[in-house]
Nanobody, 124 residues
């Protein structure tokens, strides 16, 4: 049974930093593309970042480029999202997702497994 468990979300002030983690089990982690998405209240889920299985290729949404960094540890079966210079507009539930496909994978439809999400709240 595949499980993706996010952690690290909390309340933080604008300009602050957070690191989200997503621990995977039940799958051969090093073979999966991993993505981060987020969903704010009243809005649709949106792509944040993706990292290919080897970790050598990453893509970001324009809204987070230069502030967020996605990384992975294929020994610990964990993907991370380092978020710096947070803005109130970053407030959302953040989800990690796994896909057997390789590519930019900006659509949630391209992912096979999802975590339950972790809440990030940025106060102004």
């Amino acid at each position: 049974q595949v499980q993706l468990v996010e952690s690290g979300g909390r309340l933080v002030q604008a300009g602050g930093s957070l690191r989200l983690s997503c621990a995977a089990s039940g799958l051969t982690f090093s073979r999966y593309t991993m993505g981060w998405f987020r969903q704010a209240p009243g809005k649709e889920r949106e792509f944040v970042a993706v990292i290919w299985p080897s970790g050598g290729t990453r893509y970001y949404a324009d809204t987070v480029k230069g502030r967020f960094t996605i990384s992975r540890d294929n020994v610990k079966n964990t993907v991370y999202l380092q978020m710096n210079n947070l803005e109130p507009e970053d407030t959302a539930v953040y989800y990690c997702a796994a896909s057997v496909r390789v590519g930019p994978l900006r659509s949630g439809l391209e992912y096979d497994y999802w975590g339950q999400g972790t809440q990030v709240t940025v106060s102004s």
